[in-house]
């Protein structure tokens, strides 16, 4: 990719980061009460319940469980990609967790479940970041 080492790539990196971030913190009721405009669970107890929804297969604690260690996942992918910090990697574990996301939610919710989110618009930008070799305004291009 010609200049992708330029503004493509940082607007992908803050896009993502905060695509990532932004849910934490509904989840954490941080962006508004549940039912407020603009927020889609409002607290921990309504994401959990929708965790549940995408991994039926396994027990409640389980999910509930695995919910919180996406979100940790979720943090760190947000953080590292707009700081630029391991960014390869933490694209292309962004693109992992997204896909596996997307999958999910087709099988127990639906096909057009993920495709009303930007559910594989994450999985392909974290793909297309992990393939720059230079990022510019980032950690890692300080490091070099």
């Known amino acids: 990719m010609k200049n992708a080492d330029t503004y493509p790539q940082l607007v992908l990196r803050l896009a993502l980061g905060i695509g990532f971030l932004l849910p934490v913190c509904d989840r954490l009721g941080i962006l508004g009460a549940p039912g407020e405009k603009n927020v889609n669970w409002g607290n921990w107890e309504n994401f959990a319940n929708y965790t549940n929804l995408?991994?039926?297969v396994v027990s409640p604690a389980v999910a509930n469980f695995l919910g919180a260690i996406v979100s940790i996942l979720e943090v760190v992918f947000g953080f590292c990609l707009?700081?630029?910090f391991k960014t390869r990697l933490m694209a292309l574990g962004s693109a992992l967790?997204?896909?596996i996301?997307?999958?999910l939610m087709a099988i127990f919710l639906g096909i057009y479940a993920p495709f009303g989110y930007p559910v594989f618009v994450f999985t392909g930008g974290g793909i297309l970041l992990s393939c720059v070799e230079k990022f510019k305004w980032s950690l890692d291009d300080l490091a070099t």
């Open 82 to 84: 707009i700081l630029g």
């Open 101 to 103: 996301f997307g999958i």
């Open 97 to 99: 967790l997204t896909l």
């Open 54 to 56: 995408i991994l039926p």
